[in-house]
């Protein structure tokens, strides 16, 4: 049966992975004059100036909650067996937004900028981390 919840992992995306597999959560910010802007998801690229000039940065691990809803219905395996969740969108304090899941909080705790901070998680068997965030 097909999974959609690993990520795919190339040469370039190896070092992201990686990190996460020893606890450190890594975005990439541009090194181009005038520009600076951090963003993730990683990309070879930046999405502000489309400076090749990039490199990896780790980040603090603080966030604040921009937005979320409670998935209580999914097909897709093997999501089905982790419902509800929540899925979320966080700003990170290094300035990018990033999609994750918020785990260890009651629902009706969640609230539109409350302080988060990273965490990881096995998603499985694979062995392959992934970020999420907790109330912090």
């Known amino acids: 049966m097909p999974r959609y919840d690993l990520p795919g992992t190339d ?6 992975w990686d990190a996460a597999a020893q606890g450190r959560l890594l975005l990439r910010r541009c090194r181009a004059d005038g520009c ?12 502000r100036c489309w400076s090749e000039d990039v490199e990896w940065e780790e980040a ?28 979320a969108v966080v700003d990170l304090a290094e300035g990018p937004r990033m999609m994750t899941e918020v785990v260890d909080c009651p629902e009706a705790a ?4 409350m302080p988060l901070r990273g965490r990881f998680r096995t998603a499985d068997a694979s062995g392959i981390v992934v970020p999420v965030f907790r109330a912090a």
Do not use: M
């Open 11 to 16: 040469a370039f995306s190896r070092v992201y």
């Open 36 to 47: 600076g802007a951090a963003h993730h998801y990683p990309r070879e690229f930046c999405p």
């Open 60 to 87: 603090s691990g603080r966030a604040t909650l921009y937005t979320w809803s409670v998935v209580h219905r999914n097909d897709l395996p093997p999501f089905g067996g982790r419902v509800p969740y929540v899925a």
């Open 110 to 113: 969640l609230r539109i900028g």
